[in-house]
């Protein structure tokens, strides 16, 4: 069912967000909005500075709303590793785990190739753990096969109106800006249905007089 929210519940298990950059800010957006409703808390693991200070306090409507959050950052693939086994160790399935960019790390030059495979196939195969047992992690990759893995898909798009998001039973149809509100198509068929042709409004030919007051 599509709905007129413009942000995305993220659901339990391994969602892969489909965005053409890494930093887009809609992976911030998405985690604020599921800390409204989060009962544990929220790991960020980060690689490549894609978490942003700024892009959160921005967007909380008071920063006591990121109390909840944890961020660590790792700048090696054995420190992100480290960094996913550790919060496997602590998640629960009221956590949400966030990984950006889970593949980047692994691709440095330090780490040797066969090594590197096998890291980040262990960081998955922990992540995937994680999923089954009900906590939701969400993860960008630039690994096609990585992201085959994944339960669910969101596809994320930027429009000149905001971020749009499109998944299996979510789609933007609803912008929302300061004093004014975007609709499209998709959001008055879902609100008020398809009408059949026949009950359709005849198109006025002639002028019609309409008393005001």
């Not at 994944?150 to 499109?166: N, P």
Request: aromatic share 8%; net charge negative; hydrophobic share 40%.
């Amino acid at each position: 069912m599509i709905t007129d929210d413009t942000t995305p519940t993220l659901s339990p298990g391994l969602t892969y967000l489909e965005a053409s950059s890494p930093r887009t800010p809609a992976l911030h957006q998405l985690t604020l909005a599921a800390l409204d409703d989060l009962e544990g808390r929220a790991y960020w693991i980060d690689s490549r500075s894609t978490a942003s200070t700024y892009a959160w306090l921005e967007g909380a409507v008071h920063p006591r709303r990121l109390e909840a959050l944890r961020v660590a950052r790792a700048f090696t693939a054995y420190q992100h590793h480290t960094l996913v086994q550790t919060v496997h160790e602590r998640a629960t399935d009221d956590d949400l785990v966030i990984v950006p960019c889970l593949d980047a790390l692994y691709t440095d030059d330090e780490v040797p190739e066969p090594q590197a495979r096998s890291l980040l196939a262990d960081t998955l195969a922990v992540l995937e753990a994680l999923a089954e047992s009900g906590t939701t992690v969400t993860i960008t990759t630039a690994d096609p096969a990585v992201a085959d893995r994944a339960d669910h898909t969101i596809v994320i798009r930027e429009t000149d109106l905001g971020i749009a998001f499109e998944g299996d039973t979510f789609e933007t149809t609803l912008y929302r800006g300061p004093g004014f509100w975007q609709t499209t198509i998709p959001y008055w068929i879902d609100l008020l249905g398809i009408c059949e042709e026949e009950a359709l409004v005849p198109i006025a030919t002639e002028p019609v007089q309409v008393a005001l007051g």
